[in-house]
């Protein structure tokens, strides 16, 4: 009997706040006009050289810049790790052979 009970009560805390969600808050969400759907573009003033070009890219065609960017992206990581694989053997670390 305790346990319907609570539950009842639970059920009802959900209800009302279901409700409230729904007539308060969502509605005021809902109650402007239409929006103007978002224009995102890249500010290029100031910039030169590759970063033009890779903001002009960006402001023309965003999907020949995803490509770019993922393109991009491992070449740099393979440089980084290579210069950093360097210079660490130069140091005098060994990360080629484990001891076991």
Known sequence: ??????LRLVMRKFIFFVCF????????????G?????????????LSGIELWYAN???????????VT???IPVVGFILGTIADFI???????LKSRAK
């Open 57 to 67: 890219l960006y402001n023309s065609n965003k999907f020949y810049c995803a490509i």
């Open 88 to 94: 660490i053997s130069k140091i005098g670390l060994d």
């Open 21 to 32: 969600y729904f007539f308060f808050i969502a509605s005021s969400f809902a109650s402007g």
């Open 70 to 72: 993922v393109i991009i």
């Open 1 to 6: 009997m305790q346990t319907i009970k609570r």
């Open 34 to 46: 239409k929006a103007e759907p978002l224009n995102f573009v890249a500010n290029t003033e100031g």
